[in-house]
């Protein structure tokens, strides 16, 4: 029997990287819904192909040219729409891609019909923490990664006892200004010049400042109960090995894979199994030498933050998400510098008081209140 897959945030790089998967692969996995933000072109396209039962798109406009276009599937639009179609129960995984904070309801409302939820949204347990794991328990929900690193992680650690892992290396590409002098002149095109990986904007940005790496670093914690300490960062420039756990027996299994977010999707997919792909396969003796190196945390000051946040607390990590996308989307439209960033995220970070969250609400509220006073401290700067 095929297993019956939602796509939350289908026309982004993850959904349709999934949709690849699962074109692939259609006599083992059938789409019964598809969630879009406002790409409608795109989403009609994967409406025709994958026929499915259920489509959400943002806004009224949108949804009265699908509408027009498919008479005989449940379309859903605006703000109530997306907790509609997130609480249907009709399906066996979701896959969690919606950007930003907009996916923590839908999330968590797949985890109370107790899914398996494919998770590629960061915010999820970043700003989630131990709120979403612990619910992930409560409810009998399953939670699987599609990150790459993350999944490495998980692959590394299949079989093996928790219990016995002296740390967790979690490798990073270092971004585009791993061996340059970051100044006060980088462009926002500067920035966006990943050397490995072809991203999204805010993502990319991320990756330059290694926030996106800080956030990994959150991630690890919360998905395997890894103690912050003994998870260390390993810049390996080529992107091959997607991290490596370290046993207290001295062993380090790696995962080794080519540069493919279809990988650990089709990993995630069919957990614990593997499905074959189309992917060219590496040559070992083509890549010929492996070569690891130290981050600079003096450099990429964010990569610090992420263990401050960690130690401090849950509402300390919802502070660093909020400020870092506030900060991104600033740089993106030229109004700060990109060495402003990290500044911007440690004013706010080191003037927190820890809270503590108990729900969904007072999270996506916290959220809302450090954006604005994110906002105000900028316009502070520059205005």
Request: aromatic share 8%.
């Amino acid at each position: 029997m095929r297993k019956k897959v939602s796509i939350f945030g289908s026309t982004g790089s993850i959904g349709c990287s999934t949709l690849n998967v699962i074109r692939n692969n259609k006599n083992l996995f059938e789409v019964v819904s598809l969630v879009a933000g406002n790409n409608v072109d795109k989403l009609a396209e994967q409406i025709r192909e994958f026929n499915p039962k259920h489509v959400y798109i943002k806004s009224l406009d949108n949804y009265n040219i699908l509408r027009s276009m498919f008479k005989d599937i449940n379309i859903y639009y605006g703000e109530e729409g997306l907790k509609d179609i997130s609480s249907l129960d009709d399906y066996d995984i979701g896959v969690s891609a919606l950007v930003g904070i907009a996916g923590l309801e839908p999330t968590y409302n797949m985890i109370k019909n107790k899914k398996t939820i494919l998770l590629a949204n960061k915010e999820v347990l970043v700003v989630g923490g131990d709120f979403f794991v612990d619910s992930v328990k409560k409810f009998g929900a399953k939670l699987i990664t599609v990150d790459s690193e993350l999944s490495a992680i998980m692959q590394c650690l299949n079989g093996e006892d928790n219990n016995k892992i002296d740390k967790v290396l979690l490798t990073a590409s270092g971004g585009p200004f791993f061996d340059k002098k970051i100044t006060e002149d980088i462009s926002v095109n500067d920035a966006l010049n990943h050397p490995t990986w072809n991203m999204g904007k805010k993502i990319s940005i991320d990756s330059a400042t290694m926030m996106n790496k800080g956030f990994e670093i959150i991630e690890t914690k919360h998905l395997f109960d890894v103690d912050p300490d003994d998870i260390e960062v390993v810049i390996h420039r080529k992107s091959l090995i997607h991290s490596m756990v370290q046993f207290d027996d001295g062993t380090i299994i790696a995962n080794i894979a080519p540069k493919s977010m279809e990988i650990p999707i089709a990993y995630a997919l069919s957990y614990p199994n593997r499905i074959k792909n189309n992917i060219e396969k590496l040559n070992l003796f083509d890549i010929k030498s492996l070569e690891f190196e130290k981050p600079d945390f003096d450099k990429f000051k964010c990569l610090g933050y992420a263990y401050y946040a960690l130690k401090k607390g849950h509402s300390h990590q919802v502070v660093l998400n909020a400020a870092d996308e506030v900060a991104v989307e600033a740089f993106l439209n030229n109004k700060i510098k990109f060495v402003d960033i990290p500044r911007i995220i440690e004013t706010m970070l080191f003037n927190h008081k820890s809270i503590k969250l108990n729900s969904i609400n007072e999270i996506i509220n916290l959220d809302k209140r450090i954006k604005i006073e994110t906002y105000d401290l900028i316009k502070s700067f520059y205005e």
